[in-house]
């Protein structure tokens, strides 16, 4: 690439990345500079500069690999404002694999740029926190107390937190109410299966997934057994990695991936099924997660090959259990693209196809369907101001569908999405597919 | 920022009057952001901007505009910056005017078929906002999904479908305009019909050097009741370009007609992978008709024995929206995977006369050969549109002067057959020291008139379209030139 002019004072005269994995120039040669990619880009729909949106991003990158351009705070900001979200992955028409180059670009800037103070605190709150299930549990008692004593109501109300930081603010906007259940894991290690046994699945229960939508993963668990699937699920599994991953903290997602590896050696499964859009693409990732690890790297790859996403997983072998409607008449649903399976693992059809054999159901489809809702793991953590405009912007375009139902395959949006509902007093219920199979598989009314 | 010594521009009091206008968020000011403006979809170009200004309305143009003026700053307007002809492409020193957070769909108007934008909005999202009622926006550039109305104006944008129904020049109804000089003016009107000189159709196609339009009130279109796509496919490009004279000599307009050669069809086979397009065809015709179910029903019967006639190897049909689209997709995708096959390629933009179809073909072959480059063709074939993509790669010394030289033969070709310098695209940076191939010193002179009633001081994206003698050298008309000194300022 040949930039117009000589490389001039940098404005904060720092370095540029290192040479362990730099964004690989091969890769950044293939982008045209078409611009196809920038109107599905969820940070240029909001901000609206060129820095903000895909080209401009491998733009920066090559200026940075080039030594035209520091990684400063002028080019770091516009790597974190990317959702990772992928949705330019499928758009571009030159196969510029954006995903590896975002992905190469998030360790060098943790490890060669140093951030403010605040900056740090947040994100190591974020990290040493989300990732272990058990941490996690020990906040919880607070969080039950705090909720139960009225404190969310006062906060949201007097806007006290988010004064204090945004960012702290939108953490707690978007916690979800807690129940006892969340304390404690209740599911025990091998369900058998119901009928003759089809398959021996491993079952990932997700770090947020099992502590505040506990719910899902028993629904998913029956939907399994109850077609033909002997459920396994070891004690010893823990966070996917997909957290640190998606932020450029290596080793720790490497250790994480090491663990669930090893929490799944030896039980003999056939398919490991994960039912949160974003664990689910981490997963498939381990080989390349795991690829300088001589220890592991075969390992990763043919246990990477057994991930299936529940949805993808249940129409693959097909549903053998008899559906019954949901409620008395049709019931209008429109079902929420998780840009983690959309983009990150290509499926939208066979979620859409199961939910189409319930019967009653009436599928419908939003504008802009691919845009990301600005869930996108914590970025809404991270980067509030856009994650809200993105949220309002998805709630609109769901319930211009007219739909009495959302369905959401994610935790993460599924709790972006219940607090814009929330803001916008609206009380359109969200639920899993696999909910929905559930109760459908189950006879249960949804209003009952 | 880098300030240039040598025109003594102190930027630090015009950003802060820019701040004071558009705020802190709407001003690009960072060496390091400023560089991914630097150029558009053409990337052989290259210039950074002084600064970078977003403005959300009309009046906070009219204010960054009145800025420039006052401190005899150029500038240039920018949309989505997927021009291909250099048009957004900033001068040195300038203030870059980005329409992008300017992307409100302000009113619909169903009963009278309009709809009123601000330039920012993308092209399919005026379609999407009035598909639901049954209407669309004709005019869909190959980069619909991502360009601006306000871009697809300043280049007078044409796409598939403006064949049957004309490019964006006959879309356009009126618009509001911040010329160069701060003031707002309103053109043309609501209703297509307006007494007087036809100063929207002036403004429509003038790549941003006449002013910038802030509100575009646009024509829809009611959704024809039946559709159909014809693909057919030919071992032979000769038949398949025999093929179009025969469909439109015996007087059907199809909504749209377009080629694709051998190459294009299997780069984007490679990247698309629709496996729609036979990968061993020299070439392949997709033709659209759109109107009342009998009358697609009869056209559709004719054009598939018109194109078994000249000899087509297969033909495949398609009435629902999603085949429809899965056979559309590659041609919609022909350049960008153009970018997959080479590490980079130059899209030229002539237009030909269609009789004289495969005598071009042929030269464009000898060319091909002659410079060592592979040649990729698409080409709206209805209106003799064509599109070489030169293949190269900019890593190699000197490639790119020999791609531009061999564009340039291809463009002289198309003039000398009795065609134009561009379809599309615009002239821009690109195109314009071959304006005199085609226009008189006259024509010229009388163009830079026109350009100087709009644009006295020559700061609205200066130097593009006209030839200037310091880039254009020998090509530039040296008494227009002279006589336009204080145009060509900068
Ligand atoms: C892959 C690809 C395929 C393409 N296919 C087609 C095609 O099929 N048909 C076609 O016609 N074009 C095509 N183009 C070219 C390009 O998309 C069009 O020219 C489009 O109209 C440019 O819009 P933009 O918003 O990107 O404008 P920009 O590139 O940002 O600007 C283009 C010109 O418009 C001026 N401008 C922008 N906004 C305004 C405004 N509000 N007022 C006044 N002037 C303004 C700029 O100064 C510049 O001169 C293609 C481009 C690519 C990359
Ligand atoms: S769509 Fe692909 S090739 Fe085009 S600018 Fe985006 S990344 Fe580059
Ligand atoms: S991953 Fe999503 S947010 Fe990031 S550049 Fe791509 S489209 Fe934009």
């Given at each position: 690439?040949?930039?117009?002019?000589?490389?001039?004072?940098?404005?904060?005269?720092?370095?540029?990345?290192?040479?362990?994995?730099?964004?690989?120039?091969?890769?950044?040669?293939?982008?045209?500079?078409?611009?196809?990619?920038?109107?599905?880009?969820p940070s240029?729909r909001v901000i609206?500069?060129?820095?903000?949106?895909?080209?401009?991003?491998?733009?920066?990158?090559?200026?940075?690999?080039?030594?035209?351009?520091?990684?400063?705070?002028?080019?770091?900001?516009?790597?974190d404002s990317?959702l990772g979200c992928?949705a330019?992955?499928?758009?571009?028409?030159?196969?510029?694999?954006?995903?590896?180059?975002?992905?190469?670009?998030?360790?060098?800037?943790?490890?060669?740029?140093?951030?403010?103070?605040?900056?740090?605190?947040v994100r190591?709150l974020i990290?040493?926190l989300f990732?272990?299930?058990?941490?996690l549990?020990?906040l919880l008692?607070p969080l039950l107390i705090y909720q139960k004593l009225g404190f969310p109501k006062f906060f949201r109300a007097t806007g006290l937190l988010k004064q204090i930081s945004p960012r702290l603010g939108a953490m707690e906007s978007i916690l979800p109410n807690v129940t006892?259940?969340a304390?404690?894991?209740?599911?025990?290690?091998?369900?058998?299966?119901?009928?003759?046994?089809?398959?021996?699945?491993?079952?990932?229960?997700g770090c947020v997934q099992r502590l505040f939508f506990s719910k899902v993963?028993?629904?998913?668990?029956?939907?399994?057994?109850?077609?033909?699937?002997?459920?396994?699920?070891?004690?010893?599994?823990?966070?996917?990695?997909a957290l640190?991953?998606h932020q450029?903290?290596?080793?720790?997602?490497?250790?994480?991936?090491?663990?669930?590896?090893?929490?799944?050696?030896?039980?003999?499964?056939?398919?490991?099924?994960?039912n949160a859009a974003g664990c689910?693409?981490?997963?498939?990732?381990?080989?390349?997660?795991?690829?300088?690890?001589?220890?592991?790297?075969?390992?990763?790859?043919?246990?990477?090959?057994?991930?299936?996403?529940?949805?993808?997983?249940?129409?693959?072998?097909?549903?053998?259990?008899?559906?019954?409607?949901?409620?008395?008449?049709?019931?209008?649903l429109v079902y929420q693209d998780a840009c983690h399976l959309l983009?990150?693992?290509?499926?939208?059809?066979?979620?859409?196809?199961?939910?189409?054999?319930?019967?009653?159901?009436?599928?419908?489809?939003p504008i802009d369907a691919a845009l990301c809702c600005g869930s996108a793991g914590v970025y809404n953590m991270l980067q509030p101001e856009v994650a809200d405009e993105l949220g309002q912007q998805k709630v609109d375009n769901l319930l211009n569908t007219?739909a009495e139902l959302i369905a959401s395959a994610n935790p993460g949006c599924t709790l972006q999405i219940s607090k814009h509902l929330q803001l916008q007093g609206k009380e359109v219920p969200i639920m899993h597919p696999?909910e929905l199979?559930?109760?459908?598989?189950?006879?249960?009314?949804?209003?009952? | 920022?880098?300030?240039?010594?040598?025109?003594?521009?102190?930027?630090?009091?015009?950003?802060?009057?820019?701040?004071?206008?558009?705020?802190?968020?709407?001003?690009?000011?960072?060496?390091?952001?400023?560089?991914?403006?630097?150029?558009?979809?053409?990337?052989?170009?290259?210039?950074?901007?002084?600064?970078?200004?977003?403005?959300?309305?009309?009046?906070?143009?009219?204010?960054?505009?009145?800025?420039?003026?006052?401190?005899?700053?150029?500038?240039?307007?920018?949309?989505?910056?997927?021009?291909?002809?250099?048009?957004?492409?900033?001068?040195?020193?300038?203030?870059?005017?980005?329409?992008?957070?300017?992307?409100?769909?302000?009113?619909?108007?169903?009963?009278?078929?309009?709809?009123?934008?601000?330039?920012?909005?993308?092209?399919?999202?005026?379609?999407?906002?009035?598909?639901?009622?049954?209407?669309?926006?004709?005019?869909?550039?190959?980069?619909?999904?991502?360009?601006?109305?306000?871009?697809?104006?300043?280049?007078?944008?044409?796409?598939?479908?403006?064949?049957?129904?004309?490019?964006?020049?006959?879309?356009?109804?009126?618009?509001?305009?911040?010329?160069?000089?701060?003031?707002?003016?309103?053109?043309?009107?609501?209703?297509?019909?307006?007494?007087?000189?036809?100063?929207?159709?002036?403004?429509?196609?003038?790549?941003?050097?006449?002013?910038?339009?802030?509100?575009?009130?646009?024509?829809?279109?009611?959704?024809?009741?039946?559709?159909?796509?014809?693909?057919?496919?030919?071992?032979?490009?000769?038949?398949?370009?025999?093929?179009?004279?025969?469909?439109?000599?015996?007087?059907?307009?199809?909504?749209?007609?377009?080629?694709?050669?051998?190459?294009?069809?299997?780069?984007?086979?490679?990247?698309?992978?629709?496996?729609?397009?036979?990968?061993?065809?020299?070439?392949?015709?997709?033709?659209?008709?759109?109107?009342?179910?009998?009358?697609?029903?009869?056209?559709?019967?004719?054009?598939?024995?018109?194109?078994?006639?000249?000899?087509?190897?297969?033909?495949?049909?398609?009435?629902?929206?999603?085949?429809?689209?899965?056979?559309?997709?590659?041609?919609?995708?022909?350049?960008?995977?153009?970018?997959?096959?080479?590490?980079?390629?130059?899209?030229?933009?002539?237009?030909?006369?269609?009789?004289?179809?495969?005598?071009?073909?042929?030269?464009?072959?000898?060319?091909?050969?002659?410079?060592?480059?592979?040649?990729?063709?698409?080409?709206?074939?209805?209106?003799?549109?064509?599109?070489?993509?030169?293949?190269?790669?900019?890593?190699?010394?000197?490639?790119?002067?020999?791609?531009?030289?061999?564009?340039?033969?291809?463009?002289?070709?198309?003039?000398?057959?009795?065609?134009?310098?561009?379809?599309?695209?615009?002239?821009?940076?690109?195109?314009?020291?071959?304006?005199?191939?085609?226009?008189?010193?006259?024509?010229?002179?009388?163009?830079?008139?026109?350009?100087?009633?709009?644009?006295?001081?020559?700061?609205?994206?200066?130097?593009?379209?006209?030839?200037?003698?310091?880039?254009?050298?020998?090509?530039?008309?040296?008494?227009?030139?002279?006589?336009?000194?204080?145009?060509?300022?900068?």
């Amino acid at each position: 690439m040949q930039i117009s002019e000589k490389p001039g004072i940098n404005s904060d005269n720092l370095g540029g990345f290192d040479a362990n994995h730099p964004p690989d120039p091969k890769l950044i040669d293939t982008c045209v500079h078409c611009g196809f990619c920038l109107s599905t880009c969820p940070s240029y729909r909001v901000i609206g500069k060129e820095m903000d949106s895909p080209r401009g991003r491998i733009y920066l990158m090559d200026a940075i690999n080039e030594g035209e351009a520091p990684l400063g705070e002028g080019t770091v900001q516009h790597f974190d404002s990317c959702l990772g979200c992928l949705a330019c992955v499928t758009t571009c028409p030159s196969g510029v694999q954006y995903d590896k180059l975002i992905a190469a670009t998030r360790p060098q800037i943790e490890r060669n740029y140093s951030r403010s103070l605040p900056d740090k605190l947040v994100r190591q709150l974020i990290f040493n926190l989300f990732p272990y299930p058990n941490r996690l549990r020990v906040l919880l008692a607070p969080l039950l107390i705090y909720q139960k004593l009225g404190f969310p109501k006062f906060f949201r109300a007097t806007g006290l937190l988010k004064q204090i930081s945004p960012r702290l603010g939108a953490m707690e906007s978007i916690l979800p109410n807690v129940t006892l259940k969340a304390f404690r894991d209740t599911l025990p290690e091998v369900i058998p299966a119901e009928g003759k046994k089809r398959y021996r699945v491993g079952v990932i229960l997700g770090c947020v997934q099992r502590l505040f939508f506990s719910k899902v993963n028993d629904a998913t668990v029956r939907v399994l057994t109850a077609n033909g699937c002997e459920v396994v699920i070891p004690k010893s599994q823990g966070c996917c990695a997909a957290l640190p991953e998606h932020q450029g903290q290596k080793e720790q997602a490497q250790a994480l991936a090491r663990q669930m590896i090893d929490s799944f050696e030896g039980t003999g499964v056939d398919f490991v099924i994960i039912n949160a859009a974003g664990c689910g693409h981490t997963l498939k990732e381990y080989a390349h997660i795991l690829e300088d690890d001589p220890n592991y790297r075969e390992k990763a790859k043919e246990f990477a090959g057994k991930v299936k996403d529940a949805q993808e997983f249940l129409a693959l072998v097909g549903l053998t259990t008899k559906l019954s409607p949901l409620t008395d008449g049709e019931l209008t649903l429109v079902y929420q693209d998780a840009c983690h399976l959309l983009h990150g693992q290509k499926i939208s059809v066979q979620p859409r196809q199961l939910l189409r054999q319930i019967p009653g159901v009436k599928l419908r489809e939003p504008i802009d369907a691919a845009l990301c809702c600005g869930s996108a793991g914590v970025y809404n953590m991270l980067q509030p101001e856009v994650a809200d405009e993105l949220g309002q912007q998805k709630v609109d375009n769901l319930l211009n569908t007219g739909a009495e139902l959302i369905a959401s395959a994610n935790p993460g949006c599924t709790l972006q999405i219940s607090k814009h509902l929330q803001l916008q007093g609206k009380e359109v219920p969200i639920m899993h597919p696999m909910e929905l199979l559930d109760y459908s598989i189950r006879g249960v009314k949804l209003y009952e | 920022m880098i300030i240039q010594e040598k025109q003594q521009i102190n930027w630090q009091p015009i950003i802060k009057q820019f701040e004071d206008v558009v705020g802190k968020n709407g001003v690009v000011q960072r060496r390091e952001e400023l560089l991914t403006y630097e150029c558009d979809g053409l990337t052989s170009y290259r210039q950074r901007p002084a600064v970078v200004v977003l403005p959300r309305t009309t009046e906070q143009v009219a204010e960054a505009v009145k800025i420039c003026d006052r401190n005899q700053i150029p500038w240039v307007a920018r949309g989505a910056g997927t021009g291909l002809s250099g048009g957004a492409l900033p001068v040195e020193n300038c203030v870059l005017i980005v329409t992008a957070l300017m992307k409100k769909i302000l009113e619909i108007d169903l009963e009278n078929q309009r709809v009123v934008v601000q330039p920012g909005v993308i092209n399919n999202w005026v379609t999407q906002a009035v598909s639901g009622a049954g209407f669309y926006y004709a005019p869909d550039p190959s980069s619909q999904i991502v360009c601006s109305i306000g871009g697809n104006v300043a280049e007078n944008s044409g796409g598939v479908h403006c064949l049957k129904y004309g490019v964006t020049t006959n879309h356009v109804l009126g618009l509001k305009l911040v010329l160069p000089d701060g003031s707002i003016v309103d053109v043309g009107s609501s209703v297509p019909e307006m007494p007087g000189y036809d100063i929207t159709g002036l403004f429509v196609g003038s790549e941003g050097t006449l002013g910038i339009a802030t509100e575009i009130t646009l024509r829809i279109l009611k959704t024809a009741e039946s559709i159909c796509v014809l693909l057919a496919d030919f071992t032979n490009i000769e038949a398949a370009g025999a093929s179009v004279s025969d469909i439109i000599g015996s007087g059907i307009i199809p909504a749209g007609m377009e080629i694709m050669d051998n190459l294009s069809i299997n780069a984007v086979e490679d990247v698309v992978a629709t496996g729609c397009y036979p990968r061993d065809a020299a070439a392949i015709l997709l033709v659209e008709v759109d109107g009342l179910e009998v009358e697609v029903a009869a056209n559709k019967k004719r054009i598939a024995e018109i194109c078994t006639k000249n000899g087509a190897r297969s033909i495949t049909t398609a009435n629902d929206l999603e085949t429809r689209l899965k056979l559309w997709k590659g041609r919609k995708a022909a350049f960008a995977a153009a970018g997959h096959m080479s590490p980079d390629y130059y899209v030229q933009d002539g237009v030909i006369p269609r009789t004289q179809l495969s005598f071009v073909l042929q030269e464009i072959e000898n060319l091909s050969q002659k410079y060592g480059y592979r040649i990729a063709n698409v080409f709206h074939a209805g209106d003799g549109n064509l599109h070489p993509l030169i293949l190269y790669d900019n890593s190699v010394p000197g490639a790119l002067e020999k791609v531009e030289e061999l564009g340039g033969d291809i463009l002289k070709l198309c003039v000398k057959v009795g065609g134009s310098l561009s379809g599309e695209h615009g002239i821009g940076a690109d195109k314009k020291c071959y304006m005199p191939e085609m226009f008189t010193e006259i024509d010229l002179e009388t163009m830079q008139w026109v350009r100087q009633v709009f644009n006295p001081k020559g700061l609205a994206n200066p130097g593009k379209i006209f030839p200037t003698p310091r880039t254009c050298g020998e090509a530039a008309n040296a008494q227009s030139a002279k006589q336009f000194e204080s145009v060509e300022r900068f």
